[in-house]
């Protein structure tokens, strides 16, 4: 399997989990339901960034099996321009993703300003983990309804530049 489909199955089991967690902060405690969706895996894994190369169009919801059917290959986005910068780091970051949230790892308050990098990523949490490779995976607060205060999504996964 190359990487393009390791991230891609890598991402389909991490649909099939809710990862909770509870954090506590000044004498109470605070849950976080993580989830993970299909739709969500495009943007995961850099293909905004592959815009110079022709890619069938398919709905972010398919992408996923689409690769592992073999639809979309790995030789098919190693061509585009941003590839090597903005697209391999995140797609070992999801290869890696699971084993993170299924190991230590550390929960911050995402405050953009306090990191060593610049994002637009708009996101309450930060998890950082130091397994194999430094990775941050951004949690975003999600309220379909309004009501939701403590389902979070999966916004941005990515590995550590040194």
């Known amino acids: 399997m190359d990487t393009l489909q390791q991230s891609a199955f890598a ?5 099939e989990y809710r990862y909770q967690l509870v954090y506590g902060y000044k004498k109470a405690l605070y849950p976080i339901n993580l989830t993970f969706s299909y739709e969500d895996y495009p943007h995961l894994a850099g293909f905004q960034y592959l815009k110079d190369i022709s ?5 972010s919801a398919k992408v996923v099996n689409r690769i592992l059917e073999g639809k979309i290959s790995f030789k098919q986005i190693q061509r585009a321009a941003q590839y090597e910068e903005m697209v391999k780091p995140r797609l070992e970051a999801l290869i890696c993703l699971k084993n993170s949230l299924d190991n230590d790892f550390n929960l911050y308050s995402f405050m ?3 990191y060593p990098f610049i994002t637009n990523i708009k996101a309450d ?4 983990s130091h ?6 995976v951004f949690i975003i607060h999600t309220t379909s309804n ?9 916004c941005s996964a990515f590995t ?3």
């Open 11 to 15: 991402w389909k089991k991490l649909t």
């Open 160 to 162: 550590r530049r040194t």
């Open 131 to 136: 397994i194999v490779t430094d990775s941050y």
């Open 55 to 59: 890619l069938p169009n398919y709905t």
């Open 125 to 128: 949490y930060l998890i950082a």
């Open 146 to 154: 309004g009501d939701a205060k403590c389902d979070f999504l999966c």
């Open 112 to 114: 953009p300003q306090m």
